[in-house]
């Protein structure tokens, strides 16, 4: 738990102070997507595609690296509730379309320097398609708090998921928000960076039932001992809480009034990992584009 007491600090120690940049609000957690929690009071429509170098879910990845694109779309309305869709297909496996997601949720800002949302995602997923890590979960309850600390801005962030598997996360994230006060081709445009640290702790159920949903990607032996069923009593207790992964996050974009397009490098440092993942240090890429509708 050394890890964690080091975050703790980090989160009081790093500076951020900065409006989030003019794009869509992300609340699913389970692909990387534009960074910012801007609280819209406006009717807006969003849509996106994004590109990503391997899925990583919860701090996990599987045990083939599985580059991925999407698309999303999401409906803001004034009172804060939103509804969102997306698809995601996975690079050089057919199907194209492995997944798709819909969502809805409700943005809510309890002060000035206080806000976050609530979502309940559900996750379909294309049983001839690609067994990415996260099919043995199909809904997610999501729960965001973000507080700007003037100094710093940091969220904590609570996931239920259920479904062949139940699963209980913390998300811990601290960034620091950095825009240029000049333009790159005219006065409309600017940079933005957003460099951050984060933490996930919980359960990883998911990683033994996917384990024994698909004993050609994974030796479940290796999960969990032979001789029975599914059983997160076992020696490798995949239902303990517990410290999952670290990971520092640079995201550069570049904005204008309606649209971002961002890049984003993140080092993943997997730790508790059982049995045969053998997940390890690895270095995640991603493009996003947002293009809103006011």
């Not at 397009?261 to 993942?277: C, D, Q, R, T």
Request: include cysteine.
């Amino acid at each position: 738990m050394k890890y964690f007491f080091i975050y703790l600090f980090l989160i009081i120690c790093t500076g951020a102070n900065a409006i989030a940049p003019l794009s869509a609000f992300k609340a699913r957690p389970n692909y990387l997507a534009a960074d910012t929690d801007t609280v819209f009071r406006k009717r807006s429509i969003s849509v996106g595609l994004n590109y990503g170098s391997d899925i990583l879910f919860f701090g996990r990845t599987g045990p083939v690296k599985y580059p991925y694109f999407g698309g999303d779309a999401i409906y803001n309305f004034k009172s804060g509730v939103f509804l969102y869709a997306s698809e995601t297909g996975v690079i050089g496996y057919n199907p194209i379309v492995a997944e798709i997601d819909l969502g809805t949720g409700y943005l809510y800002k309890y002060s000035k320097n206080v806000s976050g949302a609530i979502s309940y995602t559900r996750f379909l997923f294309n049983r001839d398609a690609a067994a990415v890590i996260k099919s043995a979960s199909s809904n997610d309850v999501n729960f965001k708090n973000t507080f700007d600390w003037k100094f710093a801005k940091s969220s904590v962030v609570f996931d239920y998921l259920f479904g062949e598997a139940n699963d209980y996360f913390i998300t811990l994230n601290t960034s620091k928000y950095i825009e240029t006060n000049w333009g790159i081709f005219d006065d409309q445009d600017y940079l933005s960076f957003n460099p951050g640290i984060s933490a996930i702790l919980g359960t990883q159920n998911f990683v033994g039932r996917y384990g024994a949903d698909h004993p050609g990607k994974l030796d479940p032996d290796f999960i969990f001992p032979p001789g029975g069923d599914y059983d997160i009593r076992s020696h490798y207790n995949n239902g303990r809480f517990n410290a999952l992964n670290y990971s520092v996050k640079l995201p550069i974009a570049y904005n204008r009034p309606h649209y971002t397009f961002e890049a984003s490098w993140k080092y993943s440092i997997p730790v508790n990992v059982e049995g045969a993942l053998k997940n390890r240090h690895e270095v995640f890429f991603n493009l996003t584009f947002y293009y809103v509708f006011f």
